[in-house]
């Protein structure tokens, strides 16, 4: 019997709805407009359309929307005076740089330049450290997407043996200190891990976010576990045409797993929308303002805070 399909498009959409009831009150309350900013350099088209797609979203549910576009042989310091400018902008509350950039820009000092409140990726160091020592920061958007699906399904995480697969600084890390958080058993395995399959099949909860297309099989997971596909791989079809596939063999895997996230349809539109609870949350604090978790389902997002 397949397992529960956990439908990102549905979850998406009813956190984006939230988001945008309490910002038309903010702006109705208060005169406060969320702005988010977006930075993209170069023509690269798959950020072009990454960044096309965060504006739209943005505007629909009445955020301000700013866009910087820089050309790909723009120097570093061009680009660090344009975001320390959107840093000093209060009508900005949050900075997203779209990455990758150009081979000539040091990323780290780029993302290290955003104000760490205004850092709604969730990349700056300020950030990093003060979720790893369990202090309230803003949290990559793809692990925040992560443990919002996770929950729909598992509404309590405490006690549950998780195994994340991957160890990147965007998903795998600060998706293993959420987990913490939520009192779960973790696991964080890689390229390196002896006996992979064998240490995915202790888990309840499974976090696939390694990049390789289909690479987790189903006899890696334990009858009745939640399959969380954070993949997008581009594969070839026997047609010969490509197709996104994930890091699980959905068709094999969802006959075993409790529930499962299909890819595409899963993690991805849940990160466009924790993007906007991150802006969201950053011009409540920004302003002094509360923002009012248990009405909007916010915390299933962000859990302590």
């Known amino acids: 019997m397949a397992g529960t399909l956990i439908d990102g498009k549905a979850s998406a959409a009813k956190l984006r709805e939230r988001i945008a009831a309490y910002t038309a009150e903010l702006k109705a309350k208060h005169g406060l407009q969320p702005g988010l900013a977006t930075v993209l350099v170069g023509k690269d088209p798959a950020s072009e359309v990454y960044v096309r797609n965060k504006r739209k979203t943005a505007e629909a549910i009445g955020f301000k929307s700013v866009h910087v576009e820089l050309p790909a042989d723009v120097s570093q310091a061009e680009l660090l005076s344009s975001v320390q400018a959107l840093s000093a902008d209060p009508t900005v509350h949050g900075i997203l740089v779209q990455l990758p950039l150009p081979s000539h820009i040091d990323s780290q000092k780029v993302l290290a330049t955003i104000d760490p409140n205004k850092d709604v990726d969730g990349f700056h160091p300020v950030n990093a450290g003060r979720l790893s ?78 990049g390789r297309p289909e690479m987790v099989r189903r006899d890696w997971v334990k009858p ?34 409790g529930a499962i996230t299909p890819v595409p349809g899963g993690v991805g539109p849940m990160t466009i929308a924790c993007l906007l609870a991150n802006t969201l949350r950053a011009a409540c604090t920004i302003a002094g303002y509360q923002m009012p978790a248990s009405g909007m389902g916010i915390e299933n997002v962000y859990g302590r805070d």
């Open 133 to 210: 020592t369990g202090l309230p920061a803003l949290t990559p958007c793809t692990p925040l997407g992560c443990i919002y699906l996770a929950k729909t399904v598992r509404p309590s995480l405490e006690g549950l043996e998780a195994v994340v697969i991957g160890r990147s600084n965007i998903v795998g890390k600060p998706l293993v200190q959420l987990l913490l958080n939520e009192n779960a058993t973790v696991t964080i395995a890689h390229s390196k891990t002896r006996d992979l399959p064998g240490v995915c099949r202790r888990a309840d909860l499974v976090f696939a976010a390694v």
């Open 224 to 257: 009745g576990a939640t399959v969380i596909d954070v993949g997008i791989n581009r594969a070839s079809a026997a047609d010969g045409k490509s197709h996104i596939v994930g890091d699980v063999a959905f068709t094999e895997v969802s006959e075993v797993a």
